[in-house]
């Protein structure tokens, strides 16, 4: 199913002829970039949760330097092509999807908007983009499937091979088709940010987060007590085969997957189970890439976890061209910093076939549920039409390096 929807007042472009309008609330309508969610989710949210949206690691280097990598590159657009019918599809792993981006995997998602995982998944069904549902989430992974039949999973590594199996066949068996494995958590980053907020999972109850609750009534109301009374105390569903422990208990101990002993022993494993596509996600070193192609992924995501995990990792698209290189034969994808249509425009320009966009999607699913989600993927949606219009791209084939005027030190790369 299309959209149409009812423009921001800046856009100027064709509509398709199918599809209803959307009218959005005004609280939606009054975002018209993808930052704006931001502010409007740190007032909804109690401050401990929007913590841990919103944070990095240690320096929050890696942080800034995803979004300000951006700037190392300017466009050189062509004029005078028609750009009245600008296409914005993209083949990848045997579907065409209607844009080049697509919703990258956040974990707890139903503790920062209703139903989250839900809302993120029937937006993305709805605009035909990717969605990929993190491993750390709260709802199950088959009622998320009912709202998206082609969600992609995302795995982290179970301890055990006989819990890497059974998770493999559940998610199988629920009917996924695209399996997501997240290598760069092999321990967890140092999210200090967390700590200084009052934020861990489990979430202990405590006085300081009551009082979040009662100064945040929205989210109280509209997220955490609709959730306890329509589907009881959230689980994490979908670390392991079998359900985990509740997301608010003084004492549990949340059974992480302990992935610090995992190889590519593990990636063979799952290729030999997985006859689905398979795709590893957050690899930053070319060789890592060459090694998951030659492991049989179907496709690699060069990410650095949105700067949650090493603190200073580098900036996936300061790596991308050398990934690219290395590994010409499967789909090289990025995250980390998106925002802007200019920003997917020079990720294709770079090389990436896809990019994924994480933390502006939570903003949205939190404060406007699905619509809010469908909002923030009409503005990136607008964006990327018409920026490619304005550099003289009439399709997403059509963008390649010669977009980019190289600056500094990454012109050798370009
Ligand atoms: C709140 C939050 C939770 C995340 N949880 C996961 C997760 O469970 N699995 C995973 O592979 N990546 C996870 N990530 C990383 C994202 O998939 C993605 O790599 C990152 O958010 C992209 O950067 P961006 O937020 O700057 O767009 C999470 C990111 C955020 C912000």
């Known amino acids: 199913m299309n959209h149409q929807y009812v423009q921001s007042g800046t856009v100027d472009r064709k509509e398709t002829p199918q599809g209803a309008r959307v009218a959005y609330s005004r609280k939606l309508e009054s975002c018209l970039s993808l930052d704006d969610f931001e502010l409007a989710a740190k007032r909804h949210l109690p401050t401990p949760f929007y913590q841990y949206v919103s944070g990095g690691t240690e320096t929050n280097q890696s942080l800034r330097s995803n979004r300000s990598v951006f700037s190392d590159f300017e466009l050189v657009p062509r004029f005078m092509v028609g750009v009245d019918n600008v296409d914005t599809s993209v083949d990848l792993l045997g579907h065409r999807y209607s844009l080049p981006f697509g919703i990258a995997p956040m974990g707890v998602a139903a503790l920062w908007a209703y139903r989250g995982d839900t809302a993120l998944a029937s937006a993305a ?66 999210r200090e940010n967390n700590a200084r907020a009052g934020f861990s999972t489990p979430v202990r109850p405590s006085l300081r987060l009551a009082w979040q609750g009662i100064t945040h009534p929205r989210w109280t109301a509209g997220t955490f007590l609709r959730t306890l009374l329509t589907h009881g105390m959230p689980h994490f569903e979908n670390n392991h085969a079998h359900r985990g422990v509740p997301l608010f208990s003084a004492s549990a101990q949340r059974d992480l997957s302990a992935a610090a002993h995992a190889d590519w022993r593990q990636i063979k494993l799952v290729r030999e189970l997985w006859k689905g596509k398979l795709i ?20 690699i995501i060069v990410s650095n976890h949105g700067g949650r995990q090493l603190d200073g990792a580098a900036a996936p698209l300061r790596v991308l061209p050398g990934i690219v290189a290395a590994c010409p034969s499967i789909p090289v994808m990025l995250d980390s910093g998106v925002r802007r249509g200019t920003d997917v425009i020079k990720a294709l ?53 010669s977009v980019l005027y190289p600056l500094r030190a990454y012109s050798h790369q370009v």
């Open 125 to 190: 069904a709805v605009e035909n983009i990717p969605m990929m549902l993190s491993g750390a989430s709260l709802i199950p992974l088959e009622d998320v499937r009912q709202a998206n039949q082609r969600a992609w999973f995302q795995m982290f590594f179970p301890s055990e091979d006989a819990g890497i199996v059974a998770l493999t066949e559940r998610v199988r068996a629920a009917g996924y088709e695209t399996l997501v494995i997240t290598v760069d958590c092999p321990v967890n980053g140092n």
């Open 280 to 299: 590893v996600k957050g690899l930053l070193d070319p060789r890592d890439a060459a090694m998951a192609a030659a492991c049989g992924a179907d496709g």
């Open 349 to 401: 320009a770079l090389g990436a076939k896809f990019v994924f966009v994480g933390r502006p999607f939570a903003y949205a699913a939190s404060v406007g549920g699905r619509e809010g989600v469908l909002r923030a993927i009409q503005l990136l949606k607008d964006e990327v039409q018409r920026d490619m219009a304005l550099a003289g791209r009439r399709s997403v084939g059509d963008i390649d390096k």
